[in-house]
């Protein structure tokens, strides 16, 4: 029983057969989301040692709504290092036998260390400057969603990259599908090694050639907690680096503007921006909780047979 | 004592330039012959036949965690560690609580050791006071006292005025500076060495730049005030070229290289697991065969372990959590022979003189102003002899370790070749 710790290691496969099995846990045009009961008796623990609200509660929404129970704890990791070690914490959580744990921490690879010591899955929700796994395939599910194509697909990630583990979840993730990648942001915040880390990924300190013929724009919070300097003049990010509505002019006609949220107005987006047609940011935030349910479903193994809608494959890969 | 005679091992004494199938004769502490059908009267006889004898190896860089941290080493526990690792002489970093900064500490830690080692031990003192790199320590009266160089190890002179002073302090001693070249700024919050895989990782990075920045500024100082200077652990490709220029300026420059650096490259860590995290960190391969070849052609001047203890509560964190360092002391001999010896880059002459030779002569240890001469099997010298053999084989099982602390990478590691006797003062302290 695998958890999950992040896209690198997923084969195109078992991706295509989470984004297809999101898709069956989509509610219909003008529906609410239905109810599965597919993991009854199953117990989730969210723990997140870092603030959350929007991933903490779609992992909540997502594991009720297959009818398992599901638990939040919110540690600061700053009260939990006083105190009790991050073994200790989990190894007790762990005594309790919950079915996963999902976690978030500000450590760099902290699931991937507990996962070799503990014998209960865990799902990744966010390590450090790592990776953040179900965000790039919720933001897979979104750009599938909107008509567009993984493979071949032009896709620009802009901002700090070398503090985002949404950047590098997303470039696992789209490489192995064929999706040529630009990232963008000042050099102190795109190490060149960048270029190293899959196939089709080019860098550019360029935002006018990141977003050139972009099929797909993804905005990324610039993350001052992340960022232990100023790497790039203060007050000059927004004008080198902040997404406006003249940029889209240079991007395919439909492209489509993402953001893992929370978004900062005027920092690394503008207001028109963020609330045009363009904009995928709230269906990447709905898309969150049925991509949470396939992953749930597919770690904790689901499995008593109820389909919940007859949904068919769409992503291209089968269950 | 009884006189110890090791019989028909193949000698090895680059010092001297002997090497040949002969005895070893130790009797009184010192070593009285070498040669063909040695007796003496009443004499212990330790049969080496097919096992190289060579002078007692020295490891110029451990750390014993004493006084202050005894829950991960003590002065005797990493004594042991030492004898089981075919060393007979260790010199112990002053990074303990307090700092080994006075004459006072050093006299503490040489005399706990001679009450409680099994293996000499040569204090390290510091350059500064506290190593908190502003007023110089008390190097003279360290010196008195036994120490036999001075660094401030984990904690690099960043200022480079006072670098200068200390080198120009010990220069009047007669002591070697050895110093921890990595500019804090440049590291500043680094966990591992700065590349595609801490990018990879989501780790923030070390760059290689960051030791090499300081090994060109000491070099710098070390020509302008003439003092004897030495590189701890280099670990990276420019570090190796610069010394080798320093070198060839006729400077008094020599270097030091730990057999992780030059066995592993960041590409072997297994991620996020804190035994492969020390400082310098384990670089790019292109590292990695630079260390190799700066041993091979002699920048690099001697092999030492960075012993670096660390109890297991404080490894078993979130890899940025955990403390920098590994052992060594038991697995260096296996280690150089796997990757200097056995694929033929040095031959056994060589692999020798970067255990003995070269660390007595960095330290002043093979002509000392008192006591007999290390690194040597020449008459007079010491007893201190390590037994090794280059074919057995062998699994470091790290919780069998003298050591009190657990933190190896190289736990299961299958050795062709290592120690097999350590004798210290023409005693057997450890045998296989």
């Known amino acids: 029983m695998a958890g999950l710790l992040g896209t690198e290691h997923l084969t195109r496969a078992e991706i295509g057969a989470i984004l297809d099995r ?26 997140f040692f870092e603030a959350s609200t929007r991933t903490r509660t779609s992992f909540e929404i997502a594991a009720k709504r297959l009818g398992a129970d599901a638990v939040s704890i919110t ?6 290092s006083k105190g009790e070690s991050l073994v200790d914490t989990l190894n007790t959580l762990g005594a309790m036998r919950p079915d996963a744990i999902i976690m978030r921490h500000a450590a760099s690879g902290a699931p991937h260390f507990l996962q070799r010591h503990l014998g209960i899955p865990i799902i990744n ?8 796994p179900t965000q790039a395939l919720l933001d897979a599910r979104t750009i599938l969603d909107r008509g567009k194509k993984l493979e071949g697909a032009r896709v620009a990630i802009i901002g700090d990259i070398a503090h985002s583990r949404v950047a590098r979840s997303n470039i696992y993730l789209l490489s192995k599908f064929g999706s040529q990648i630009v990232l963008c942001g000042p050099a102190a915040l795109l190490p060149r090694e960048l270029a190293h880390l899959a196939p089709g990924v080019t860098l550019t300190t360029s935002m006018d050639e990141a977003i050139r013929d972009a099929d797909v724009i993804m905005m990324l919070r610039v993350q001052l907690e992340r960022q232990h300097e100023a790497a790039f003049p203060a007050g000059e990010y927004y004008q080198f680096y902040g997404l406006r509505l003249e940029h889209l002019k240079l991007a395919k006609y439909d492209a489509i503007v993402m953001h893992p949220g929370p978004i900062n107005r005027g920092r690394e987006i503008s207001s028109e921006v963020a ?13 969150g909780i049925s991509v949470r349910m396939a992953v749930l479903e597919r770690v904790l193994g689901g499995g008593n047979g109820v389909n919940p809608s007859g949904g068919e494959a769409h992503a291209g890969a089968s269950h | 004592m009884p006189a110890l005679i090791i019989k028909n091992g193949r000698v090895i004494d680059p010092a001297s330039g002997y090497d040949g199938v002969a005895d070893v004769w130790i009797e009184d502490g010192v070593v009285k012959g070498v040669g063909a059908g040695l007796t003496a009267h009443g004499a212990n006889v330790f049969d080496a036949t097919d096992l190289i004898v060579a002078p007692g190896f020295i490891d110029m860089h451990v750390h014993l965690r004493e006084p202050g941290f005894e829950h991960a080493e003590t002065i005797e526990s990493g004594s042991r560690a030492a004898a089981a690792g075919g060393f007979t002489s260790i010199c112990p970093m002053p990074n303990t609580s307090p700092v080994n900064d006075s004459a006072t500490v050093t006299s503490y830690i040489a005399e706990k050791a001679r009450r409680h080692a099994i293996v000499n031990v040569f204090p390290i003192g510091a350059i500064t006071k506290g190593s908190a790199g502003e ?11 036994g120490a036999v160089a001075i660094s401030d190890d984990g904690r690099p002179v960043m200022n480079a005025r006072v670098m200068r002073r200390a080198m120009e302090c010990a220069l009047s001693f007669g002591l070697p500076v050895i110093n921890h070249c990595e500019d804090l700024h440049l590291s500043a919050g680094g966990d591992m060495h700065e590349g595609l895989e801490s990018v990879r990782l989501g780790l923030r990075g070390i760059p290689g730049v960051s030791e090499e920045v300081m090994v060109a500024r000491d070099i710098l100082l070390a020509e302008l005030t003439g003092a004897r200077y030495h590189v701890a ?7 190796v070229e610069m010394v080798a220029f320093a070198k060839a300026r006729g400077l008094s420059v020599t270097a030091e290289a730990t057999p992780h650096h030059f066995t592993l490259a ?14 310098p960190p384990l670089r790019s391969i292109s590292d990695v065969e630079m260390v190799i070849e700066g041993v091979v052609n002699g920048a690099i001047d001697a092999i030492a372990t960075d012993h670096a203890p660390h109890a297991g509560s404080e490894k078993m964190q979130e890899f940025e959590q955990c403390p920098f360092g590994i052992l060594g002391l038991e697995t260096a001999i296996g280690l150089t022979l796997e990757r200097l010896f056995h694929n033929g880059r040095i031959a056994l002459p060589h692999f020798v003189r970067l255990f003995t030779a070269n660390p007595a002569r960095i330290l002043n240890l093979h002509r000392p102003d008192s006591g007999p001469a290390r690194g040597t099997l020449a008459q007079g010298a010491a007893g201190d002899v390590t037994i090794f053999s280059t074919g057995r084989e062998w699994i470091y099982d790290v919780n069998k370790s003298f050591s009190k602390s657990r933190n190896s990478p190289f736990h299961g590691n299958k050795f062709r070749g290592g120690p097999v006797a350590t004798v210290v003062g023409g005693e057997i302290v450890w045998q296989a």
């Open chain 2, 233 to 239: 652990h280099i670990s990276s490709r420019h570090s």
């Open chain 1, 75 to 80: 540690a600061q990791a700053s009260s939990v």
């Open chain 1, 275 to 287: 609330d045009s047609q363009r904009s995928a940011i709230l269906n990447q935030v709905e898309n």
């Open chain 2, 135 to 145: 007023e110089l320590a008390a190097i003279g009266s360290m010196k008195q006292a």
């Open chain 2, 266 to 279: 960041d590409t072997d860590m297994l991620p996020y697991d804190s035994n492969y995290k020390m400082k």
């Open chain 1, 22 to 47: 999101a898709r069956d846990f989509q509610p219909g045009p003008g529906q609410s989301f239905k109810r599965f009961d597919l993991l009854r008796g199953r117990t989730v623990v969210n723990l």
């Open chain 1, 125 to 132: 929700a966010g390590d450090g400057t790592h990776e953040h």
